[in-house]
């Protein structure tokens, strides 16, 4: 994507400056930051229609609507653009140093994409370790418990996540993701590993959470924490959040582990226990 972008960009430099010649520039009509956002959004739309995904015939085809679309977000012509790269083509130290920032931008971008790409792919192939719905709205939904406390006997690396949404009038103090694995030693006192928690903002806006540490060793025998710990001091006060596309997994269980089916089938003693195990 990288190379097509480069060969793009130089044919339009050429046709443009043996057009304008000698001709003087006006100021565009973009500033130096604004320009430089939306070469790479220009950028990313060629990059999308040079995906093999993308069919290239047919009534649907339509290469112009990504290109219009960056356009339309600038509020600029497709004139006032070819002007815009002419001005800033002409002092061709700078251009060729404004270049080099922004492909290294676009390879940062590409480099995120294929991890979000291939952590999604991890997570189809592993389990979900929380077995309740896996979307929640408070207050419509009452007021549910977001703790967990999981059976764990299986090395790797475990990772919590969930996006969230918290409304400017929620009162909960000091919202979190929080988890820790749990067991009780040899003299009987409870032991704990604890993740990073991660700070939940008050922002209205849906954002992932993820948490993640690796399994201690085989003597930690529970995965126990909150989706959405608080600080809270009252019992009465305003809920209002959201919760979705929870997710609990360690990518060394698969869905046909043998482990797994051990666990799911609790036996008398482990019921008890967890409902004795409070998060503590």
Known sequence: MIETMKKYILALLTIIMLSCGSEKKHKPVLDKQQFKHML???HLADGTLSAEN????GKNYRPSYYYNSVFKKYNITPQQWDSCVAYYAENTAGFTEMYDKIIDSLNRLETQYRIKIKEAEMEQDTVNLWTKKTAWKIP???SPSFYFSIPVNKKGIYTITADIKVYADDQNREPKVEAYFWKRDSLGKVQKAAFTPALITKDSI???YKIQLEYPDSTYQFLKGNLFG???KFTLFTQHYEIKNIKI???EIKPD???LKINTKKSDAERRELENLKFR
């Open 257 to 259: 582990t043998t482990d």
């Open 249 to 251: 997994y360690n990518p």
């Open 40 to 42: 790479i959004d220009i």
């Open 54 to 57: 993308v069919y290239r015939t």
């Open 230 to 232: 608080t600080n809270n």
């Open 140 to 142: 419509q939904d009452g």
């Open 206 to 208: 849906f954002k992932t």
